[in-house]
Nanobody
Framework: QVQLVESGGGLVQPGGSLRLSCAAS????????MSWHRQAPGNRRELVAV???????SYADSVKGRFTISRDNAKNTVYLQMNSLKPEDTAVYYC?????????WGQGTQVTVSS
């Protein structure tokens, strides 16, 4: 069955870094656009970064220059490198896979930025 399993979340101080991973299985990973989304308490889920099947990337304005999305099709994994973290980056981060016919969500991983 389809699985998206996020890992790498945790507690980090402001200015610190984290690297999130999302391991995919059960579908043809290389043909899907992959993205990271986040949801803070009381807020709507928002798009953070996208990487297409061809490797093109785009980012929310709030994370440009600080976050980097990448993918390794050989490992069926998408990554989110997060640098210069701010308290407002605190949220549950979700991995999302989408193509023309299907879409799948991961279960989320908590990121907390606090001193």
């Amino acid at each position: 069955q389809v699985q998206l399993v996020e890992s790498g979340g945790g507690l980090v101080q402001p200015g610190g870094s984290l690297r999130l991973s999302c391991a995919a299985s059960g579908f043809t990973f290389s043909s899907y656009a992959m993205s990271w989304h986040r949801q803070a308490p009381g807020n709507r889920r928002e798009l953070v970064a996208v990487i297409t099947s061809g490797g093109s990337t785009s980012y929310a304005d709030s994370v440009k220059g600080r976050f980097t999305i990448s993918r390794d099709n050989a490992k069926n994994t998408v990554y989110l490198q997060m640098n210069s973290l701010k308290p407002e980056d605190t949220a549950v981060y979700y991995c999302y896979a989408r193509n023309a016919r299907d879409d799948y969500w991961g279960q989320g991983t908590q990121v907390t930025v606090s001193s």
